[in-house]
């Protein structure tokens, strides 16, 4: 196993319904020295933030039924200034308005697909030395 020294080990979520992005995403975070769980739905996603509160979301914008930026919202407004680094992903919705919608629902990025594996592992890097934010825990949290 590769020793990752001082840095802080990242609890991140990904969130998309192509099943073999979230595996992948997962597995390459997982070799990064992170904690990568999957969601395929929205339910999904806002139930393991309720359950294990993230460092990071990684969340697809175009997803059947609830869409990410509702997601987005959620996870703000369930943890106010707490709220993880919430990264956009989209291959569909990648113009100026949709950065804006973006930005209003909380994501603080944006990338497109197919993103570099590199990138993401870039945008989470100076999460690793900065001590965690995130409560212990939502789960009793019901509204939403």
Do not use: N
């Not at 956009?88 to 990338?111: C, V």
Request: net charge negative; glycine share 6%; charged share 30%.
């Amino acid at each position: 196993m590769i020793d990752f020294g001082d840095l802080r080990r990242l609890r991140i979520v990904v969130v998309d319904d192509e099943r073999d992005t979230v595996a992948t995403l997962c597995e390459i975070l997982a070799e990064e020295g992170h904690d990568a769980v999957g969601a395929c739905s929205a339910v999904e996603a806002l139930r393991e933030v309720r359950k294990h509160p993230p460092d990071a979301v990684l969340v697809d914008i175009s997803m059947p039924g609830v869409s990410g930026y509702e997601v987005a919202r959620e996870i703000s407004r369930l943890y106010g200034e707490l709220a993880p680094l919430l990264v956009a992903i989209s291959g569909r919705w990648t113009g100026q308005t949709d950065r804006m919608l973006a930005r209003l629902a909380g994501f603080r990025e944006f990338l497109e697909k197919p993103c570099d594996p590199k990138t993401i592992v870039d945008l989470l890097a100076p999460l690793r030395h900065q001590p965690a934010k995130r409560p212990v825990s939502l789960a009793d949290d019901t509204a939403a």
